[in-house]
C-alpha cells in the first residue's frame, strides 16, 4: 500500500509519517480486509481554515473538525487501487489532544486509525455501528501502543 502523505500547514510536526503509516497498516490488518491490488491512501496534513471549508463543502457543517474521510471505495469492499483521502486540521488537534490529556502523538494515530475505518467503510451513525468501530480502533491502538481514548 502506498500512503501519500502531504502538508498544506508548514507547522505539523515532520516526524508524524511514519505514525500514520503503521495506524493505516495495522488498521488494515486488524480490520481483515481483503486486499486485491495496489492500494494508494492520501492523508491531508492541513489547518483549521482549510478543514473548515472541507467540512462546510462537503458536510454541510460550518466548522473545523478534527478528521474528515473521503472514500473512493464501496463500504466493505476490496481493498484496490485509489482508497480516497482523509484530512486532518492540526489546531483542532492540538486543543483536543491538550483537554483530553493525551500527546499530540498519541491523538493524531487515534485519528489516523478513525479516518481510515471510515474509508474501509466503518461508521457510527447508530450504537451498534459506533460499538464495533470504537472497539476495533481501541484494538487496533493498543497494538499500536496507544491507550484506549473511549476509556473512562
Do not use: C
Not at 27 to 50: H, M
Not at 69 to 94: K, N
Amino acid at each position: 500500500m502506498h500512503i501519500d502523505i502531504n502538508r498544506n500547514d508548514e507547522a505539523w510536526p515532520e516526524d508524524l509519517d511514519p505514525l500514520a503509516e503503521l495506524a493505516v497498516l495495522e488498521a488494515l490488518k486488524q480490520s481483515k480486509a481483503k486486499v486485491k491490488g495496489a492500494a494508494e491512501l492520501s492523508i491531508l496534513l492541513t489547518n483549521d481554515e482549510e478543514q473548515h471549508e472541507l467540512n462546510k463543502q462537503w458536510r454541510g457543517k460550518d466548522s473545523p473538525t478534527n478528521v474528515l474521510s473521503f472514500p473512493q471505495i464501496e463500504p466493505f469492499g476490496p481493498v484496490v487501487g485509489i482508497l480516497g483521502d482523509i484530512t486532518l486540521a492540526r489546531e483542532t488537534l492540538e486543543r483536543e489532544a491538550a483537554d483530553q490529556g493525551v500527546s499530540f502523538a498519541d491523538h493524531f494515530t487515534h485519528l489516523v486509525v478513525h479516518g481510515f475505518l471510515h474509508i474501509l467503510g466503518y461508521d457510527h451513525m447508530t450504537d451498534a455501528e459506533a460499538l464495533q468501530m470504537e472497539s476495533l480502533e481501541t484494538q487496533i491502538l493498543a497494538k499500536l501502543g496507544v491507550d484506549d481514548p473511549y476509556a473512562d
